[in-house]
């Protein structure tokens, strides 16, 4: 995921304020304004004088950048760039940085070899998109493909520790995230969006499951939900499979009754099952296709959620080959 900045050149306050309540990961302004700029919030601010801005028109011009890059300079690819040059950049180095002059631009930054450059430097010129660079370059994500399970059991395990996270978001109905006993399964565990008679709805909330469950993170990592971490970015799938990072406030565990619950998919391999332990509550709700919001306590054998299909073998959360069985 790459940081964006905004470039405030020539300098204009209401733009700047502007961009600092967009979520911009960092300003970059006159020298003189560096002071003013870093009081108003707690956001990186460059000084313009410091950034060089580089043009591709050869291959010689990408080993210049290459050299001034591992020299520690902080170069920016200027507008005109073509994505084929910044490919060869961004397989030798990890500080890439793109200028981008509208929404499209910063787009096609953000998804050259699937990750990106490092950064996407926005011209003082489009800070009418800026919202828009913020919110499809920097919250979402990767889409995620979801599939129908058919629920095979349902059953009552006693006690155990569930986590409750909250996130600094409001969610919406068919959001949630992607939990499972293993990596290769997860279930799509709805938020709490609904009200009932009982229980009003806390839509920033997701009852996701037991500690020792997997959840699914940007950047196509995992952890384990007894893991999480206020200030953490979590990764929010809704149920046509686009995906979003929110952010943790607090994370709640506490010892619940809990049920097993697992299902089945048919695959071109043959079935492939997984199972998650989630709180035996009718608060707690796995997402039927469409997007519906399905209590686990009236889910039954037969019923279809959504469900996310991997490969086994994980290590610290990072992907792995590995000949791995999780059950």
């Known amino acids: 995921m790459p940081r964006i900045f905004f470039n405030c050149v020539p300098f204009d306050k209401s733009a700047v304020t502007l961009a600092l309540e967009s979520g911009v990961d960092g300003v970059i302004v006159p020298r003189e304004r560096l002071e003013q700029v870093s009081g108003l919030s707690r956001c990186k601010v460059l000084a313009a ?4 801005y580089m043009e591709l028109h050869a ?5 210049t950048v290459l050299d001034r890059l591992h020299n520690g300079e902080n170069i920016v690819l200027a507008r005109g760039w073509e994505v084929i040059p910044v490919e060869n950049l961004l397989a030798q180095s990890d500080r890439v940085m793109a200028e981008a002059g509208s929404l499209d631009e910063a787009r096609l930054a953000a998804g050259i070899l699937e990750r990106g450059v490092a950064g996407i430097v926005v011209d003082s010129a489009a800070v009418t998109d800026l919202k828009q660079i913020i919110a499809q370059c920097k919250v979402a994500q990767a889409h995620e493909t979801l599939v129908p399970a058919v629920i095979t059991r349902v059953e009552s395990v006693g006690l155990g520790h569930r986590v409750c996270a909250d996130t600094l978001s409001i969610l919406h109905r068919g959001q949630g995230m992607l939990v499972g006993n293993s990596s290769a399964f997860t279930f799509l565990v709805h938020a709490e969006t609904e009200h009932n008679e009982y229980v009003a709805a806390r839509p920033f909330r997701i009852n996701a499951g037991a500690v020792h469950a997997y959840v699914r993170l940007p950047g196509d990592r995992t952890t384990y939900l007894g893991e999480f971490m206020a200030g953490q970015e979590v990764l929010i799938v809704d149920a046509d499979g686009n995906s979003s990072i ?3 406030g607090r994370v709640k565990i506490e010892v619940r009754p809990m049920l097993h619950i697992e299902a089945q998919v048919e695959t071109e391999a043959g079935l492939k099952t997984g199972a998650v332990f989630l709180q035996n509550a009718e608060t707690i709700r796995l997402t039927a296709p469409g997007g519906e919001p399905v209590s686990v ?3 039954k054998p037969g019923d279809t959620v959504l469900c996310r299909l991997d490969e086994a073998g994980r290590h610290f959360g990072m992907r792995i080959k590995e000949d791995i069985r999780e059950q």
């Open 49 to 52: 004088e410091d950034i060089v």
């Open 59 to 63: 291959k010689n011009d990408e080993t």
């Open 246 to 248: 929110a952010t943790l």
């Open 297 to 299: 306590v009236s889910l």
